[in-house]
C-alpha cells in the first residue's frame, strides 16, 4: 500500500522542506473532469493566496437578502461573517430587503475597508417568488452598482452562519457550491427539474453535479450572465405557467451546465447539521441556522 507515503506527504505538505508538495484529500475529488479545483480544507495554502489577492487588490461584494421576517437572520449572518468571512480584506456586504428599518447596521462596528449597504427591494407574496426574484435583483445591480464598486460577488441565503474560515480561496471567475443534502448521490436522484417543457430541463443522463442555490458567485461579469440567464429562464416558463421544481436553484444548475464552474466549493462551505458530520467534512464553515420554514416564510 502507499500509506506510508501519504501519511509523508500529508505532514511535510507546504513545509519549507519542499515547496512544491501538495497535500493530498484521497478521500474526496479534489478536481472536476473540466479541470476546475473543488476546494476542500486540505488543498491549498491560504497564506499562498492571501498574498496573491492582496498584491491585485481585489474588491469583494457580498449579497444578501431578508425579505419579511427573514431580517431576524441578518444580525447572526453579519456578526459571524466579521469573525469568518474574508477576515482581513475589502467586504461590502448589500442587503437587500423590503424592511430598511428592521436592521440597525450601526449597531456592528466594521473595521476600516468593510462596509455594509442597505438596499431597498419589493417583497413577493409568495415565498418562491422572494427565493427567485433574487436573481432579478443580482443582475440588475450587478450593472448598475456592483461594477463599480467590487471585482468579485458572493450570493448567499440569509438563514446562514459562519462557522469556520471563508477565504479568498473560493474566489474565481464562476463558482458553484455542492448541495450538502446531494453529495455524493447518483445523477439520476440529483433534484433538476424533469419537465423537457421547462427551460431548467436536464435529463436523467446529464449533469455534473447538484449545486446549492444558496451560495454561487464569481467575476460580476460573470455574475451578471448567471443571474441574466436563470431571470430570463424563469420568465420564459412563467409565461408557460411552468415553475421549476426548485425555482432558483434549477436554473442555476441549468446554468452552471452549460457553463462550467472555474471553481466548485465543498460542501464545507454550505452544510445543514441536520445530515450529520460525515468524516470527509472537516470543516464547517457556513451552517444553516434551523428555521420553522411554515412559520418564518410566512407574513
Ligand atoms: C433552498 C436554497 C435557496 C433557494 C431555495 C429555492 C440553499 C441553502 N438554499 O433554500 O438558495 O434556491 O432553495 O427553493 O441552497 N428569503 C427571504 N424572505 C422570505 C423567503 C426567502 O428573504 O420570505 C430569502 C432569504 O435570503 C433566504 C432565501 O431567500 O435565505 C432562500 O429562501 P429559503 O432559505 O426559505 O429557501 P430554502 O431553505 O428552501
Known amino acids: 500500500g502507499c500509506c506510508t507515503s501519504c501519511a509523508r506527504m500529508t ?41 496573491q489577492f492582496h498584491k491585485r487588490g481585489g474588491r469583494v461584494g457580498v449579497t444578501v437578502f431578508a425579505i419579511k421576517k427573514y431580517t431576524v437572520f441578518l444580525k447572526m449572518f453579519i456578526e459571524t ?125 446529464k449533469g455534473d453535479f447538484y449545486y446549492a442555490g444558496g451560495y454561487f458567485g464569481g467575476k460580476v461579469e460573470e455574475v451578471y450572465k448567471l443571474t441574466n440567464f436563470c431571470h430570463n429562464a424563469m420568465l ?11 425555482h432558483d436553484e434549477s436554473y442555476l444548475n441549468k446554468y452552471l451546465l452549460h457553463y462550467k464552474p472555474t471553481k466548485v466549493l465543498s460542501p464545507e462551505y454550505l452544510w445543514d447539521n441536520s445530515f450529520g458530520v460525515p468524516g470527509f467534512l472537516r470543516r464547517r464553515r457556513f451552517v444553516a441556522v434551523p428555521k420553522n420554514h411554515n412559520e418564518i416564510r410566512n407574513k
Not at 478536481?31 to 498574498?51: H, K, V
Not at 456586504?93 to 447596521?105: E, K, L, M, S
Open 81 to 205: 461573517a466579521e469573525q469568518f468571512f474574508m477576515v482581513g480584506h475589502p467586504v461590502n456586504y448589500y442587503i437587500f430587503t423590503d424592511r430598511v428599518n428592521d436592521f440597525n447596521g450601526s449597531s456592528v462596528v466594521l473595521p476600516e475597508g468593510r462596509k455594509i449597504i442597505v438596499l431597498e427591494v419589493p417583497s413577493y407574496e409568495r415565498w418562491q417568488d422572494v427565493s427567485m426574484r433574487r436573481m432579478e435583483t443580482i443582475r440588475d445591480y450587478s450593472q448598475k452598482l456592483f461594477v463599480n464598486e467590487v471585482d468579485y460577488l458572493v450570493c448567499v441565503d440569509v438563514d446562514m452562519k459562519f462557522s469556520d474560515d471563508v477565504g479568498v480561496e473560493i474566489l474565481s471567475d464562476l463558482f458553484g457550491t455542492l448541495h450538502p443534502g446531494l453529495y455524493g448521490k447518483a445523477r439520476e436522484s440529483f433534484t433538476y427539474e424533469r419537465n423537457p417543457q421547462s427551460e431548467a430541463y436536464i435529463p436523467t443522463d
Open 236 to 246: 420564459t416558463d412563467k409565461k408557460k405557467n411552468i415553475e421549476a421544481v426548485w
Open 11 to 51: 505532514s511535510l505538505a507546504f513545509s519549507t522542506v519542499h515547496p512544491f508538495w501538495v497535500i493530498v484529500r484521497n478521500d474526496v475529488m479534489v478536481m472536476t473532469p473540466w479541470l476546475s479545483p473543488i476546494i476542500w480544507n486540505g488543498t491549498y495554502s491560504i497564506d499562498i493566496l492571501n498574498e
